[in-house]
């Protein structure tokens, strides 16, 4: 399909595992960010990538949380020594550009569950 | 500090109704104002926005109000549809960057 693509769907793992997060943006949007969601709050801003410039990597929660951007498309968020706090629903979405007016396109999300 | 917050977590209407969804921010450089719409298992879609140099929006059904000084807009969905029901983010954006707030569940009934 067109719209953004998010793997796995849901994931368990146990406490002290790595993961791995992945998503492939619309074709041709140049910006792409990670939310996640927690049980019964709003979405949280992890990570920001926009062209080839430095990612703003401002909300991410730990220094266990990275996240790459390859060739300016598919992106990996990882979380390394996964803590129960991790568990929540990853968000990616992308857009045509950081611009003024603009709104996100996103995935259905990674249900991240740690046991 | 929360700086986009929705503070009812739900709203229940009738079916034909006014649904009215409310939202107040803290940060004054938020220009630009979004509404998605989320259903289960699914991402969030985009509903309807408004730029801070305007106080109205409509789209169909859905018209965003947007009071500067007060720091509030609201959302109204005349007439509401059971297809309606879901959880509402208000979000707020700062040169592109958008602030969400924990999103209200809308529950229409017929």
């Known amino acids: 399909g067109a719209g953004v693509s998010q793997s796995p769907s849901n994931k368990v793992t146990e406490k002290g595992k790595d993961v791995e997060l992945r998503c492939d943006p619309i074709?041709?949007?140049?910006?792409l960010y990670w939310y996640r969601q927690s049980l019964g709050q709003g979405l949280e801003f992890l990570i920001y990538?926009?062209?080839?410039?430095?990612?703003?990597k401002s909300g991410l929660p730990s220094d266990r949380f990275s996240a790459e951007r390859t060739g300016g498309s598919v992106s990996t968020l990882t979380i390394q020594r996964t803590q129960q706090e991790d568990s929540a629903v990853y968000l990616c979405a992308s857009s045509q550009n950081r611009g003024y007016n603009e709104k996100l396109f996103f995935g259905s999300g990674t249900q991240l569950s740690v046991l | 500090d929360q700086q986009v917050k929705q503070n009812s977590p739900s709203l229940s209407v009738q079916e034909g109704r006014i649904s009215i969804l409310n939202c107040d921010y803290t940060?004054?450089?938020?220009?630009?104002f979004l509404w998605y719409k989320k259903y289960p298992a699914e991402g969030p879609t985009f509903l309807i926005s408004?730029?801070?140099?305007?106080d109205k929006n409509e789209d169909g059904r859905f018209t965003v109000f947007l009071n500067k000084s007060a720091k509030h807009l609201s959302l109204h969905i005349v007439p509401s549809q059971p297809g309606d029901s879901a959880v509402y983010f208000c979000?707020?954006?700062?040169?592109?960057?958008?602030?969400f707030g924990d999103g209200t569940t809308l529950t229409v009934k017929p």
């Open positions: 940060n004054s450089m938020f220009d630009y």
């Open positions: 074709s041709g949007h140049t910006a």
């Open positions: 979000a707020a954006s700062d040169a592109g960057k958008s602030t």
């Open positions: 990538f926009q062209g080839n410039s430095a990612p703003d």
């Open positions: 408004i730029s801070s140099i305007k």
